[in-house]
């Protein structure tokens, strides 16, 4: 399975001020063209300022950007679009995805997916996605739009938490999976296993966990300050592991979920 998402992307959450700009830079100098950000992280029209100053053509950017939960009513949700679209100094987005369904379906999904679809006809977005959605939640989005209208679910996955039975969902119902938190806000770099296989191929655990991410055909956008681990990031794309290697950190899942905030649904 191929992905339209371009992979990696540099993820932008807790990233602000001249610490995001400089990163932003490091990332624009090591190759990356897909940055990913949020309503929530409050850094969009810094993520559109660096890109406008990048003088990088827009084609050849992709931007990804979430709506918040507590904008998905109908009218409020288009009229947050506008918002990210000036801050972004943009016209469209690649990618306008929902960043969690709404608490205990406060807002009715029949309700903000279409109006989600409004803004991909509307030529405010190239694609449109969900984030944070479970199984039975994927099958009633697919269900209300139809196969092939969403893009991706982005969901939380490493090799502490695997999310399986998301990940195999996601590729029946026509999805691609994009990672966030692939290095499992550091906790990777201690693990023994990776650290033994990143020492056969010669790089660091951090490259290995992206490595197995990109080998499961999964888009992820790994988030760094520091632009030498920027760039090594980005050269994990370019590993290959062995079917050894992958077999060996299947037995590192332990469902160990980061992001669980109050407003998640119930997990799988």
């Not at 499961?216 to 290959?240: C, G, H, W, Y």
Request: charged residues 25%; aromatic residues 8%; negative net charge.
């Amino acid at each position: 399975m191929s992905t339209t998402l371009p992979n990696p992307g540099f993820g932008t959450f807790r990233l602000e001020g001249d610490t995001l700009r400089e990163s932003m830079k490091a990332a624009l100098d090591a190759g990356y063209r897909h940055f990913d950000t949020a309503q929530f992280y409050g850094n969009e029209a810094e993520v559109g300022q660096v890109l406008a100053d990048s003088g990088i053509p827009r084609s050849e950017l992709f931007v990804t950007t979430k709506i918040w939960y507590d904008r998905l009513q109908p009218g409020d949700l288009e009229k947050s679009v506008e918002e990210s679209l000036e801050k972004l100094q943009m016209d469209y987005v690649d990618l306008l995805l929902i960043h969690w369904p709404s608490p205990n379906d406060e807002v009715a999904m029949e309700d903000y997916l279409p109006a989600l679809a409004k803004m991909k006809a509307e030529e405010k977005t190239r694609h449109i996605g969900i984030s944070n959605f479970t199984c039975e939640q994927m099958e009633r989005a697919v269900g209300i739009l139809g196969r092939d209208e969403l893009l991706t679910n982005q969901v939380e996955v490493h090799p502490f938490l695997q999310n399986r039975k998301v990940l195999d969902k996601c590729q029946e119902l026509g999805l691609e999976v994009s990672a966030f938190m692939p290095l499992a806000v550091g906790k990777v770099m201690d693990d023994e296993t990776l650290k033994i296989i990143a020492d056969r191929h010669g790089v660091s655990p951090a490259q290995i966990a992206l490595a197995w991410l990109k080998m499961q055909d999964i888009v992820t956008f790994p988030s760094s300050t520091k632009p030498k681990n920027i760039r090594s990031n980005f050269e994990a794309f370019s590993l290959t592991l062995t079917g050894e290697d992958m077999a060996k950190i299947a037995e590192l899942d332990r469902g160990e979920r980061i992001a669980n905030p109050d407003i998640a649904p119930d997990w799988d």
